[in-house]
């Protein structure tokens, strides 16, 4: 049962290694990342099952008991993430499969991007399931180092530049976040959350804030909220379509999970958390504004990616089981539209050449399926029955009226308005790229570097791939039941969460 | 600014050999291959040659000293990806092709995988992800010996760390030195 939890974790680590080994072989690590990956999303369906009906799996590594040893902890939350992420980077794997033997042909191999791949999801789901603060540092090290190789992999110098920008803005933040590990040490002599969670509660309530205020500052620059996004709309844009969909897919929401973590585990607050609530509308208002004022349509939704990490904090903000509740389901839709859009992007600009919307036009015409598969995420990211959006973004607005605070109705408020302004968004999209008069694709503006655009060649896989997302993302809306059920009962864990300190640090739940 | 690479020749009886003193008579550890001759320095040279094999046993004494001692896979990797380092430090470019037929990134990845399969082997045995044992027995010659399974997941460690070092040396060390010598040729 425990090898569940172990699985996600270690089988892409092993994969990585087979994969850096048989570095010659192009289909070798093709299959290998497939079927691991594949593996992964039934390892993580099963786990869900056993999280929800039999309560939190846990794995204490090596048996060295809990607040001494590495504990891995699948709750519902948890599993819930891992499983909609594991499907999430099968479906980009896919992609960037096809990409790759559209552009470069069967037998062209590619030594770093399987191994690395493989790593970064092992890293996102130790990020899930790792049950100690400084695991969880590891797990956001592992996950960003792999995307410091993938976003400057094969860079030209403006893409050397967006990435430093990255990178660097990324190591800060992890250097304030190992300072803030040494501090929560200092202060209460252990990193494992359950343990945490006992010991933070007895500190002086000044030296709680402060730490609770740090690490929230960490996660925030992960997770991208306002005022600390600035990296970015400037980063992400620039790599390829794939990679650029996992990112904005995943990393941003780990860190959303891992502040949803802390803030309710080991910071816990007694009420609706006014400050949240203040920043959330902020970044939503600031992230839709930013994505109107673009021209560049990669640009657009990273900055309505940013817009859209503001729901997620609002849920959080709300602090109650239907806020919370609110913030899963948001986060579950998120990470697969978000991801499906950057793809549909990837698609769009192998068709027009360029990423200028105003040099766009026609691409309905030239090719609907395109028009279809882009669609359809729109109106899911905008919230418009009866996509994943809709239901998210319901709850969210419901936990924001129930709660019945003035500043809680604020919020609310400027959520009904960002859902307007990510609508108006994605008209533009659609107007620029898919009316108006059909243009012949630009050349590629940089032949060497690896974004090959304007072919006007699409594989079937890359379609398939992002196929494959849509429906995810409609199964999600169709599912919105049961879904709702399982995340109203991770966000009543996390309200309650003696159950797990109980189950993590040894008895019965 | 041409660079001179030439075989190490045995010096005929009558030639001036004296010029050539510092030409390595045989192919021990650095290849008979040198870079710019302005370059070498004969101290580093020598003092590599007698310190490289000395650099690997301590590294593989670290390997299996690390249990309950300072060590482990992690520092005798470093260790040994520094006994290459002086190497290239000392030989340059061309002694990196004679000193491993493995490709580093071949080397990194047999290394991650053995050390995540050691992480799978307890299950075998009914215990846990990682869980490790501690097996003592006495051999002949040697006397006791004790072994904790955790040396299998150490030994990946150390490949993987020395193919890591490795790969930078070939990237970020002889990667550099070829393009700045094919662009030296370019210019002259």
């Known amino acids: 049962m425990t090898l569940l939890v172990a699985l996600p974790i270690l089988l892409p680590l092993a994969a990585a290694g087979l994969s850096l080994a048989f570095g010659r072989f192009a289909d070798v690590q093709r299959v290998l990342g497939m079927v691991v990956l594949g593996v992964l999303i039934v390892d993580s369906a099963v786990l869900l099952y056993v999280a929800d009906t039999f309560g939190p799996v846990v794995l204490q590594v090596g048996n060295w008991p809990a607040p001494f040893g590495i504990t891995l902890v699948a709750d519902r939350l948890a599993v819930l993430l891992l499983l909609v992420s594991s499907v999430v980077t099968f479906a980009v794997l896919l992609y960037s499969i096809g990409q790759r033997i559209t552009d470069y042909g069967r037998g062209a191999s590619s030594t770093t991007f399987h191994p690395i791949y493989l790593v970064l999801c092992a890293g996102v789901s130790l990020a899930y399931l790792s049950g100690d603060l400084f695991n969880l540092f590891v797990a956001f090290e592992i996950m960003l180092s792999s995307s410091y190789v993938l976003i400057n992999r094969r860079a030209t110098a403006t893409r050397i530049r967006a990435g430093m920008t ?49 690490v929230l500052i960490v996660f925030g620059v992960k997770s991208a909220m306002v005022p600390l996004h600035f990296w970015l709309p400037d980063s992400y844009p620039n790599a390829p379509a794939p990679i650029t969909a996992v990112f904005a897919g995943l990393l941003t929401k780990v860190g959303i999970y891992a502040m949803i973590r802390t803030q309710t585990l080991v910071f816990a607050h007694n009420e609706s958390w006014r400050l949240m609530l203040a920043i959330a509308l902020i970044t939503m208002i600031v992230g839709a504004l930013g994505a109107l004022a673009q021209n560049d349509i990669n640009r657009m939704l990273s900055f309505l990616l940013v817009s859209h990490i503001g729901y997620m904090l609002f849920g959080l903000g709300v602090y109650d089981t239907a806020g919370l509740t609110g913030v899963i389901l948001y986060v579950i ?108 694709p630009e050349a590629d503006p940089d032949p060497e570097d690896e974004l090959v655009v ?28 049961p879904l709702a059920e399982i995340s109203g009962r991770a966000a009543a864990d996390l309200m309650r969460h003696e159950t797990y300190s109980t189950v993590v640090l040894g008895g019965d739940p | 600014m041409t660079e001179r690479d030439h075989r190490p020749e045995p010096a ?89 037929s493995m490709r580093p990134p071949v080397l990194i990845g047999v290394g991650l995988t053995i050390a995540v399969l050691t992480g799978f082997a307890p299950l075998l045995f009914g215990e846990v ?14 006397g006791q010996i004790k072994l904790v399974t955790n040396l299998f997941l150490d030994i990946g460690v150390y490949l993987l760390l020395l193919g890591v070092v490795l790969d930078l040396l070939r990237t970020l060390g002889s990667g550099i030195e070829a393009n700045a010598a094919a662009a030296r040729r370019e210019q002259s």
């Open chain 1, 166 to 214: 990255y990178t660097i803005v990324s190591l800060t933040s992890s250097l304030l976040f190992i300072t803030v590990i040494a501090l929560v040490y200092a202060a209460t002599g252990t990193v494992n959350l359950a343990d945490l969670a006992q010991r933070v509660a007895e500190l002086p309530d000044g030296l709680q804030t402060a730490l609770g205020l740090i």
């Open chain 1, 333 to 440: 839709h998120h990470i697969t539209v978000q991801a499906t859009l950057f793809l549909v992007s990837g698609l769009i600009t192998r068709h027009t050449g360029t990423v200028a919307l105003s040099r766009m036009g026609g691409l309905a015409k030239a090719s609907p399926l395109i028009a279809v598969l882009f669609a359809l995420p729109a109106l899911s990211l905008a919230g418009i029955p009866p996509f994943s959006g809709f239901v998210a973004k319901l709850a969210l607005l419901q936990a924001g009226v129930e709660a019945g605070t003035w500043s809680a109705y604020a919020v609310t408020g400027g959520a009904v308005l960002t859902s307007l302004l990510t609508l108006y968004a994605m008209a533009r999209i659609w107007t620029r790229v898919f009316w108006g008069r059909v243009r012949k």
């Open chain 1, 454 to 481: 304007g072919t006007g060649t699409t594989a079937r896989a890359m379609v398939i791939s992002t196929g494959l997302l849509v429906t995810v993302s409609v199964a999600i809306a169709v599912a919105a039941g």
């Open chain 2, 12 to 100: 005929a009886e009558d030639s001036d050999s004296w010029t050539e003193w510092d030409v390595p008579a045989e192919r021990w550890l650095l290849s008979g291959y040198c870079r710019d001759q302005r370059e070498r320095t004969v101290l580093l040279e020598l003092a590599a040659r007698i310190v490289f094999p000395t650099v690997i046993v301590f590294s593989l004494y670290l390997l299996f000293a690390g249990h309950d001692h300072p060590g482990g896979g992690f520092s005798g990797g470093l260790v040994a990806g520094q006994a290459f380092v002086l190497r290239h430090l000392a030989g340059g470019r061309l002694d990196d092709s004679s000193t491993l």
């Open chain 2, 129 to 142: 992800v990682l869980e490790s044992d501690i097996y003592k027995f006495t051999l002949p010659v040697l």
